[in-house]
């Protein structure tokens, strides 16, 4: 089965700092690849995701993820936070199986924001 | 992209009556449906797959008889808490599956039973 570890459960930085979320993952073969973002009472937002091709890959608000094979690891980052980015982050991964798949989420960390 | 909408946003029921949420894929038809549950500054937990036109698969230590799924279209699955009680209390999120792309979400219902 596949499991998601996201080590960090709070990190905070200041304002345009930059930031790297950790997350690693387990799985047998090259899974799916999905960083969320959610903020207070509301549902989830995709940030980027991988399935194949270029190991680092770009999303939307500025943030980018680097999917490493030896490492098992598919961290977050950005060069320089803005306020607005505080928020939880949610690392997925999700198996193929027959184009699709049921995403595994990791615990969440959440980013603290610092003027 | 594509817009997956969640009704309602906010429900306050009163203990042992029935809350029925609705997850609708807006501008697309979704083959699978899934439906979370979300405690406080916990991840999301998988609750069931629902696919259109069968049954839902239900995760275990999910009681089926108290969260009904229900798929009848490929643009809406619903999830109708039964029996109301303050444990059940959460915040609910849907997300459908567009073949051949990823999982879409909805914006979440906060349950409060009280």
């Known amino acids: 089965a596949q499991s998601v570890t996201q080590p960090d459960i709070h990190i905070t930085v200041s304002e345009g700092a930059s930031l790297e979320l950790r997350c690693n993952y387990s799985?047998?073969?090259?899974?799916?690849l999905f960083w969320y973002v959610q903020s207070p009472g509301q549902g989830l937002q995709l940030l980027l995701k991988y399935f194949s091709g270029d190991t680092l890959v770009q999303g939307i608000k500025g943030f980018e993820a680097e999917f490493k094979r030896s490492q098992s690891s598919f961290n977050l980052r950005k060069p320089s936070v803005h306020w607005s980015d505080a928020a939880e982050y949610f690392c997925a991964v999700g198996p193929p199986s027959g184009g699709s798949y049921i995403p595994t989420f990791g615990r969440g960390t959440s980013l603290i924001v610092h003027p | 992209g594509a817009v997956v909408s969640q009704h309602p946003s906010r429900v306050i029921c009163k203990s042992g009556t029935s809350v029925k949420i609705e997850c609708r894929s807006l501008d697309f038809q979704a083959t699978t449906m899934f439906w979370y549950r979300q405690f406080p500054k916990k991840s999301l937990m998988l609750m069931a797959t629902?696919?259109?036109?069968?049954?839902?698969?239900?995760e275990q230590g999910v009681e089926k008889d108290k969260f009904l799924i229900n798929h009848a279209s490929l643009t809406l699955s619903t999830l109708t808490v039964t029996s109301a009680h303050p444990e059940d209390s959460s915040f609910y999120i849907c997300s459908a599956f567009r073949s051949g792309t990823e999982a879409f979400f909805g914006q979440g219902t906060r349950l409060t039973v009280v």
């Open positions: 799985y047998g073969a090259t899974p799916y």
């Open positions: 629902s696919n259109e036109g069968s049954k839902a698969t239900y």
